[in-house]
């Protein structure tokens, strides 16, 4: 799916005509659609949904260097070829976006990178909905959400075994979905390619979720990392009198408990 939607872009000049290509996110068939379609297979059931951050295409946006060198010479250099990780609600998606390269400073970045973000317009930053650490991202979404977590007294730890939780859930229908679709063909099996029917007779077995997200989704030291960061580099929020700091004085009441 990464790599044909990637064709796609590549080559089109003109993506208005691609309308599934106009919106940042491009989503897989939803569980039920891939259950119950004759088209049913196995891995289409743990397709992610790509967010497509492209500026320079999107708001022809000219990017500036990581660098931001002084006479920045900035270019397109394909796409990146390790799609980032993004922490969702219920899932997980992946990035793609253009790579760059400077070419009076020697260097490749991505448009996401916080220092190629930060140079951008207002309205272009505002438009990406992630927060990036090193090798992750996760929906800003829910960083701001874990403001009323810990304020409600749950925590990080509260935190994270909510989203923990509700990652499981959506894989766990998943694969109640599959199974069922699975007995549903079977009884409905006599128009079926003799290859789907030998898939019906064996079907393979879901991952264990763990095993699928590879332990480095998700864990409670990630969340707080990114949490303490979001909120220190935020302006302080002040009452009239300009004394009432309200978000750092709750990081720094956080970081002594
Ligand atoms: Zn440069």
Redesign the pocket.
Known sequence: MIQSVKDIIQSSNNLENYPELNDFYVHPPSIGQIAFSMKFHFSAFFLKSLFLWLPDVFFNARIP???S?AS?S?KRDGFNPYCRRAVLQNDICFIVSHRFK?T??N?QFNSYDPAVLLQLPNHIQQAFPFQTSHKNAIATSIVRGMFDNIIDGNGVAGMYRLLKNSHVLRYRNAQRMYLEAVVHHRKNSMYLSSQFKSFLANPPLFEAFDVLYKGQVLSEHYLRDVWLKFFFERPAIQDSQGKFDFCNRFCITFMKK
């Open positions: 260097c990581i660098n060198c920045p900035v400077c009076s400073c260097v």
